[in-house]
Structures are given as C-alpha cells and as structure tokens.
C-alpha cells in the first residue's frame, strides 16, 4: 500500500509539472528542456488523452489535468 500511494504521488508531481510547463512555449526540439516536455508528455497523455475525450468542450480550457488530480486524491485517500 506504501508503495502505491508513493507511485501516486510521483504521478501527481509528474501531472502539476506538466501543468506548469503547459504555460511556456515549446523549447527547440533539441535542447534538454524540449526533452523534459517530451517525456512529461508521454507520462501523462496516456491518462489525459482518454479524459480529454470523454469530457465536453469548456471553451479552449483543458480540465483533463484537474479532474485527474482530484481522482489521484482520492485514491490516495482510500489507500490511506
């Protein structure tokens, strides 16, 4: 149970991290911060594509990253 609550968390910070780097522009393909982006990309599309789709247009904003937040909090206080 540790263990999971500690994956949870790792996510979560993986997820807040992506948020903010959301905010900035794309960094040139080959500097190390483009390589930052890229792998929080991968971590976090394969959980908010899915999301993305199932939840109806708000007017330009993305609320896939908070609805996934709020259930990784809950989850992690069931494990709890």
């Known amino acids: 149970m540790n263990i999971l609550r500690t994956l949870i968390n790792l996510y979560t910070l993986v997820l807040l991290l992506r948020v903010v780097m959301s905010w900035f522009p794309p960094s040139s393909s080959h500097s190390p911060m483009a390589l930052v982006q890229s792998w929080l990309y991968k971590m976090t599309e394969p959980v908010l594509g899915p999301i993305r789709r199932t939840l109806p247009p708000m007017g330009g904003l ?7 937040l709020i259930a990784l909090q809950i989850l992690g206080k069931a494990l709890a």
């Open 62 to 68: 993305d609320l896939s990253p908070m609805l996934l």
